[in-house]
């Protein structure tokens, strides 16, 4: 076993308020410069909906992340050994601008120097790249709150796992349904975009795992766009460098949780460390897809087995690092208790950002087009539990975004979301008898303690519980008198010493 650390993070779902302050504290940050006004490192999207860049989930499309090829994996985008070369100078795989939008301004000095008239002047648009005047036509939220729909949400790529009805009723504005979906960089643990990176210039650290990359190595052939089937790597067209989400490293070192998670008015974000087997990665994200979500758990590691500590400090992960392992509230959403699930696993790029689903728009009623809450309330929400297929979000949709289509999964998770809700309504307004209230938690396979835990860890958690924060690795290297430039990192299915490549 080779065991490393990785800092990961956690979204509840169930919290997004869709305020896009996060959006907004990561631009003013990072990418306010010439060349990113397009790039949104963190972005909020809309489900359902077609996302940023334009579809961005399809890799029929722009052939990102991984696939399965009888024993071997290997990149979607090649489709060959000879592939990725033949694709070097001409990708016509990679998303365009209009796939994202064209960045502008307004010509807000006419509003000033127009001459004397009868019209009341206007600032026009104009294009940030080619500095001429233009029409809008596309925006990084352009479908926020379905706005366009059914144009955009109709064209979500994970409507294909529903039937006609489904989709039709999904889309029915009189009971339109929709949550929203934060996203940055996942740092994989197999991203794709470092595989795909011809010059090296991608990596991922060995301390951490945060994936950056190189500025002086980068050659800006823009191959790790194609190769990220999330779409978090851009290319900026004014230094000529690819760029993307590096968690706000300079933050975590300093003791600080990245700039979106600090923001977050809903307060949806938790950040700790995992510990991970990386002898195992290639065989993890190698397994048929409705096992991918299993598969992805067994490889994370019990930060308080005497084992695996032992061979954790083996590979020089120090004391404090493992303390905050066990204190990792990512930890516990994704292995302990089984509520957080990623994105997309059947990319295979073995996502580190784990996401609770929603609870809401499954529990929520419609009457008369109405948002009723008294149907739920005098049914009793036990009887919920076993009637999640009347969901109005279907839960093969959800399967879709967090599962592979694995349903299961899904259904086992929100069993215990429904648990807990039950279980602290019985509690504190109790209107639910106590048969239901133990047939629930039996259902959801969870104990009165862990429904009180799950449910301080999603409300009442403090800051230093929501972010557990590993100290600096490069401080601890040097207290070790270690010099961090020679730490193993990650370039492939598992780690060679710094500079060496796998292909």
């Known amino acids: 076993m080779d065991i490393r650390s990785q800092v990961s993070m956690v979204f509840h779902l169930d919290k997004c308020i869709g305020c896009h302050t996060c959006s907004v504290a990561c631009k003013n940050i990072w990418t306010d410069r010439k060349g990113t006004e397009y790039m949104w490192w963190n972005n909020v999207e809309t489900k359902p909906g077609t996302g940023f860049p334009t579809l961005w989930e399809d890799q029929e499309k722009y052939k990102g992340g991984w696939e399965k090829k009888g024993k071997d994996l290997r990149l979607k985008m090649h489709g060959s050994k000879t592939g990725g070369l033949a694709n070097i100078f001409y990708n016509p795989n990679m998303p365009n601008l209009d796939d994202y939008y064209e960045p502008w301004t307004y010509d807000y000095k006419h509003l000033f120097t127009a001459p004397e008239g009868d019209d009341q002047p206007t600032a026009r648009a104009i294009s940030l790249i080619t ?13 926020d709150d379905l706005g366009g729909s059914p144009v955009y949400a109709a064209n979500d790529p994970n409507l294909e796992s529903l039937t006609e009805n489904e989709r039709l009723a999904l889309n029915e504005l009189e009971r339109v349904v929709f949550f ?4 940055i960089c996942n740092h994989c643990l197999n991203p794709g975009c470092v595989a795909s990176c011809p010059a090296g210039a991608i990596y991922k650290r060995g301390e951490d795992g945060i994936v950056l990359v190189s500025q002086e190595k980068c050659r800006a052939w823009r191959m790790c766009i194609t190769g990220c089937p999330y779409k978090k790597t851009y290319y900026n067209w004014g230094s000529g460098k690819s760029e993307k989400c590096i968690l706000c490293y300079p933050r975590l070192e300093s003791g600080e949780p990245p700039a979106c998670f600090h923001a977050c008015v809903g307060r949806i974000r938790y950040l700790g460390v995992l510990l991970y087997d990386a002898d195992r990665i290639k065989e993890i994200a190698s397994v048929p897809e409705d096992e991918l979500v299993e598969a992805q758990r067994s490889i994370l590691q019990d930060p308080f ?8 400090k083996a590979n020089g992960i120090s004391d404090a690092t493992l303390a905050s392992a066990r204190n990792s509230p990512v930890y516990k959403f994704v292995k302990k208790w089984k509520l957080a699930l990623p994105l997309h696993p059947e990319f295979r790029t073995v996502p580190m950002l784990y996401y609770v689903p929603p609870l809401l728009p499954v529990l929520a009623a419609v009457k008369d087009g109405n948002y009723d809450v008294t149907e739920i309330a005098d049914a009793g929400l036990a009887p919920m539990l076993s009637s999640l297929e009347k ?43 106590e048969a239901e209230q133990k047939e629930a938690l039996a259902q959801g396979n969870l104990t ?25 690795a490069r401080e601890v290297a040097v207290e070790a008198k270690v010099d961090p430039s020679t730490h193993k990192r990650e370039v492939g299915f598992g780690f060679k010493k710094a500079g060496e490549r796998k292909w």
């Open 131 to 143: 500095g001429k005047h233009m029409e809008i036509e596309a925006g990084p939220n352009w479908d």
């Open 448 to 472: 009165v303690k862990e429904a009180e835990d799950i449910w301080r860890l999603t409300s009442m958690a403090t800051f230093d519980e929501r972010f557990v924060l590993p100290p600096l």
């Open 305 to 312: 087995d005497p084992e695996i500590i032992a061979l954790a």
């Open 180 to 183: 929203y979906l934060p996203r």
């Open 391 to 433: 969901a109005r979000v279907p839960l093969r949709f959800l399967a879709s975004l967090f599962a592979a289509g694995n349903a299961e999964k899904v259904t086992a998770v929100y069993r215990k979301l429904i648990a807990v809700r039950i279980h602290m309504r019985a509690s504190r307004v109790k209107d639910i008898p």
